[in-house]
């Protein structure tokens, strides 16, 4: 097994053992199911374990947090990241007479080929996260609840969802976002909305394909960077 089909590894560490059995309980407990003997119990370790390498009930919180970071930057890889495409030849260097520099500047600006890219990079984490990572999502809303009541656990929380906003932001610069870290909010945010809706919310009883998710995704980026235009449609549920 591995982080893609949302279960641990079979020779996880005990530290990771013990972490992921935390995000399990979260996702199937809740935050009150969660203590050290239930993840002793639930990982078939000796009882004492998880209190000698977590201490604290707010350590094991961190450790879940940090375990939940490092498996959810794998959902999507980096080399399904969309690359910046900043080696183009300017209009001038291309032959082209007047003006053209200032021609090839506007279509960065208009999203460029990192539009369709970014679309597609986004709508694939998402249909992955809804189809074989539901307990990681189910144990986030968890952390993210907990945190708002633990300065300590927020600034873990915080730190590692910074992993996953800044290459957002990197990537709407480079498509020609004008405003990357006010859209990087939007796209963000759209995001959880749809991952909680299509989980917890109105929306749990069937997951978006991956062309419907495609397509809101693309009209969403439509707004924010002229030129991205919609891309191939599809508003079914449930599959690729």
Known sequence: MNARDGHAPSAASRPQLIAD???RLLAERGMRGLTHRAVDE???LPQGSTSNL???RAALLEAAVG???EREAAVLTPDELPRPQRDRPSGTEAGAGPGAGAASGAGAAAGG???PALAEALS???HRYLTHHRELLLARYELALEATRRPALREVYDRAGRAFREPVVAMLAAAGSAAPERHALSVVA???GVLFSCTAGQFHAAVPTRAALR???AELLAGMLPGAGASRGGTGVAGE
């Open 67 to 69: 375990r939940l970071a």
């Open 21 to 23: 059995t935390a995000l």
């Open 42 to 44: 639930t990982a078939g």
């Open 215 to 217: 397509t809101s995704c």
């Open 124 to 126: 694939l984490a998402l």
């Open 190 to 192: 759209w995001c959880d």
């Open 54 to 56: 977590a201490r604290t």
């Open 113 to 115: 080929p990192e539009v």
